[in-house]
């Protein structure tokens, strides 16, 4: 009688089998603190911009300089060290991107002039950049792939909270300084957009110090670098039981000594080439969209209000009523990434996303009355927003972290964020230009043809990751 020796299970598969532990919990919280701190400053700049503008004078470009600032800050941020994530670890980097979130929030806060304030607003982009590869790495290597990429885009659903947070931030501001200083608008002008962005700096700090109450590096991070007693404290605090890691449980792997330019090699180009690119020509129609967001602001604000205070208050009020429809978009992600699979979910959200951007054309093109074409632009709209959320805007920052081994996960995440703000960049700055040159309408219709594109590139570049480990995704 012969008997076969049980091959001892890896570090994935105890994983994979493990429920969610508390310290599974925490790292989640703490990785969606740093997102919701993303979604946050994003979003407060463009409450306290018109405070801004008032108080330091600021003129036509300096405006643009402020608002692109932290988009170029980003792509810095993700580009440069996505790759040192690789090199240091996740959990050195993750208290370095809280230690820029404190400096550069703080900064802002306390800006004395236009380039101060443009070079703080900067530091807080790469801080907002380096995040996207970072906290992406730090989830999905620490929780079981069975729920992978629920808990993922659940913690990405928390920069909607954030920019929700910075929409009634400005909304309680505004308020207190109507309260205390009924009869004059200079106060406000002059400190309320200090008092917003500094509560950015309060919330870096509260991640801060949460951040450096539990410490703890990816058990992952430590095997593909062959520190095995490392990784077995590691695996042991993060499963609540003893692990022991071995060469034998997880043996070595050619992956682990993988270079930056192996993104761009024939063996990962496709896997570089589905992250980057649709997530690219995705933000250039959100970004582009981001056109079309006054029409609805002033709809539900009510843009007959003739004092600057009035309106800007009621302009935040229509911006929080839109971010709650985007909390929605992401809440539908979560129920669906694991039943319907991240490729099949993007390329649905890439058509819905076409097909809100061609209602919002039929509400520029036919003959309507006022009442109906508000209507077609509120719907077009919240369908966009509901599409992207629940798709591509999930699902493109899901695959960054899941397609790549572990050595270049971080790298191949940061490269696909920075190429991602690219796209930003050009939503931001190229299309204002060509809606006046060619319309509005058929700007709506080319960007509606982007996102087609993009599902098309989704679908022929594709890469399912659901439910299989992370070293182990495989080129269907």
Known sequence: MTTTATQPLSFEQRLDASPITPVMWLLWALS????ALDGFDFFIIGVALPFLQRDFNLGSTQIGAVAVAAIAGSMVGAFTLGPITDKLGRQLMLMVDVAIFVFATAGTALAWDATSLI???FLVGVGIGAD???SVSYITENV???????MVIGAFTFQAVGALLGAVTGLTVIHIFQIVYPDSPLPMIQYAWRWMLGVGLILAIAVGVLRISFLLESPLYHINREEYDEASKAASTLLDEPINITPETDPPKQESRLSYSALFSWQYLRRTILASVPWFLQDIATYGIGIFTPTIIGALAFAGKESFIAREKASAMGSAFVDIFLIVGFLIAVLLIERVGRIRLQVIGFIGMAVGLLILAASNTLSLSPGTSIILVFVGFFVFNLMMNSGPNSTTFLLSGEVFPTSIRASGA??????AKAGAVIGAFTLPILQ???GVPVLLFLLALICLFAAALTYLFRVETRERYLDSVEVK
Do not use: E, K, N, T
């Open 414 to 419: 940061g490269f696909a964020a920075a190429f």
């Open 144 to 150: 079981p792939s069975r729920l992978r990429g629920r």
């Open 132 to 134: 996207y590869p970072i």
């Open 119 to 121: 070079f703080f607003r």
């Open 436 to 438: 006046h040159s060619v």
């Open 32 to 35: 969606a603190g740093l997102i």
